[in-house]
């Protein structure tokens, strides 16, 4: 079992930035953001490899986002500039020690979720 606890969540006006961080209770190999938004399915924000060096994003935070790895402390970050309204959702860290890539259904363990809010 792996316990994830996100922090980092808030208010920001749109154009802000903000910062998510992830910690796990060991290493995994794959961690990952989603995002669900009112009303919406749960979605692909980003995702990262043990090594730090395979990144991979959805294409809609591409450019505006960065997620990257301490190692050392079993955390996960994901940088988010640029903000824009639409980015206002419940974001969920995720983990797997098997799985890679944007599916809901590849990931074995979920944090309980920050919410993240974006005013205009």
């Given amino acids: 079992q792996v316990q994830l606890v ?3 969540g808030g208010l920001v006006q749109a154009g802000g930035s903000l910062r998510l961080s992830c910690a796990a209770s060991r ?9 669900q938004a009112p009303g919406k399915e749960r979605e692909f924000v980003a995702a ?3 090594t730090g060096s395979t990144t991979f ?4 935070v591409k450019g505006r986002f ?3 790895r301490d190692n050392a402390k079993n955390t996960v970050y994901l940088q988010m500039n ?3 309204p639409e980015d206002r959702a419940v974001y969920y860290c995720a983990a797997t020690d098997q799985g890679w890539g944007p599916r809901v259904q590849s990931y074995d363990y979920w944090g309980q979720g920050t ?3 974006v005013s205009s």
């Fill in 6 to 8: 996100e922090s980092g």
């Fill in 27 to 35: 290493r995994i190999f794959t961690m990952g953001w989603f995002r």
């Fill in 48 to 50: 990262i490899r043990w």
């Fill in 57 to 60: 994003y959805a294409d809609s």
């Fill in 66 to 68: 960065t997620i990257s």
């Fill in 82 to 84: 640029s903000l824009k």
């Fill in 115 to 117: 919410q993240v809010t």
